[in-house]
């Protein structure tokens, strides 16, 4: 049910606040993906020093959770794909 509202959300949008949205998403993915790199080195270390434990456990959900999320920001990226905007 909240998808659905925020789709319609996103739908309602004017152009300027979609792109405004946009560059938040760029920001937020390249602050993600750094997360993500870090999270995983710290999964290889953790590994080669010791082996697999909760060191290793919670990075990963982490990382689960991070690359959930960016399917969120799918419906904004073919909102702005429909609309022709960058």
Do not use: H, W
């Amino acid at each position: 049910m909240a998808k659905q509202s925020e789709e319609k959300k996103l739908s309602e949008c004017t152009d300027e606040e979609l792109l405004e949205k946009a560059k938040k998403l760029k920001s937020d993915s390249i602050l993600s993906a750094f997360a993500i790199g870090f999270m995983a080195g710290m999964i290889i270390f953790s590994i080669a020093v010791n082996s697999i434990g909760l060191i290793t456990l919670i990075p990963l959900f982490f990382i689960y959770k991070m690359l959930k999320g960016d399917k969120k920001n799918k419906e904004l990226r073919e909102i702005l794909k429909e609309r022709n905007l960058k």
